[in-house]
């Protein structure tokens, strides 16, 4: 859909005219979903902690939230989407206490569906290979999240603060993946998403939005990248 901007009202309507005449469902919902999280993220961020770094230095979050949040306690450290394992060996290395435990999701065939046009079906694929972290803490569970994750979330019985990572991208992987750990994320839990506000808010912002609704769960900003697109929450109902 041709883009006007909305700085006046000659190109307000331009721009809502646009929408209904022309506009996909995918304007649609990135319309909803932007117009709603300007109103979310006025209320849960308000205390956050914003972090100035590029993507290559994300650890600067990682960093933030172990020291100020997890004060290095040891932690059940939940990975939803590994691939070469950057983030995972990221967290390894920040969490050193002998008693955390890392468990890393994925099937390492790439994403099972389309993420927009850029990112087709396979993408970040590793024709099933599973990086290795020469770590004793450190477990990964290799499949389909909709083939394991069930399973895992059934016999998993957490022993210390609760970090979960959704870096799945998708709005279905995300979605699955809180709605069967739901019965242990409870006050307190720590989520990082890595593509928060990635595709105007339709993916990870909407899997934790829906998420919420359908669990009453609700969440408050500890710290984020000043964009939003990386964050780090925690559960607070
Ligand atoms: C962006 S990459 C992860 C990047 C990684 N955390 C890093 O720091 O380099 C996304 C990963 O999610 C995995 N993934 C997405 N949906 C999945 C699903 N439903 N089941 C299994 N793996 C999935 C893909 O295979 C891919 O490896």
Redesign the pocket.
């Known amino acids: 859909m041709a883009q006007a901007k909305k700085n006046d009202a000659s190109q307000l309507v331009k721009y809502a005219i646009d929408l209904l005449v022309h506009g996909t469902a995918q304007d649609w919902k990135s319309h909803y979903r932007l117009r709603e999280f300007q109103d979310v993220m006025a209320e849960k961020a308000k205390d956050a902690i914003l972090l100035d770094f590029e993507y290559k230095d994300?650890r600067k979050l990682y960093r933030c939230v172990n020291q100020r949040f997890v004060g290095n306690r040891p932690v059940d450290y939940l990975?939803?989407?590994?691939?070469?394992?950057?983030?995972?060996r990221?967290w390894l290395e920040l969490n050193a206490n002998a008693d955390s435990r890392f468990f890393g999701?994925?099937?390492?065939?790439?994403?099972?569906?389309d993420w927009g046009a850029d990112n087709p079906k396979g993408?970040?694929?590793?024709q099933g290979r599973v990086p290795e972290f020469g770590d004793g803490r450190a477990r990964i569970v290799d499949?389909?999240?909709?083939?394991?994750v069930d399973a895992f979330s059934r016999s998993f019985t957490p022993r210390n603060a609760l970090v979960l990572?959704m870096?799945?991208?998708?709005y279905?992987?995300t979605l699955?993946?809180l709605m069967q750990m739901q019965r242990h994320i409870a006050p307190g839990t720590i989520i990082l998403f890595?593509?928060f506000t990635a595709r105007d808010c339709t993916d990870e912002y909407a899997a934790l939005q829906d998420f919420c609704q359908a669990c009453c769960r609700d969440y408050a900003v500890l710290a984020a990248r000043r964009d939003y697109v990386k964050l780090a929450v925690e559960i607070t109902r």
Not at 105 to 113: I, K, V, Y
Not at 167 to 170: G, K, P, S, V
């Open positions: 994300r990975e939803f989407g590994v691939a070469g394992g950057e983030s995972f990221a999701f994925d099937s390492f065939q790439g994403l099972p569906e993408t970040f694929s590793r499949g389909l999240f909709q083939e394991t990572h870096d799945a991208d998708l279905s992987s699955y993946c890595d593509e």
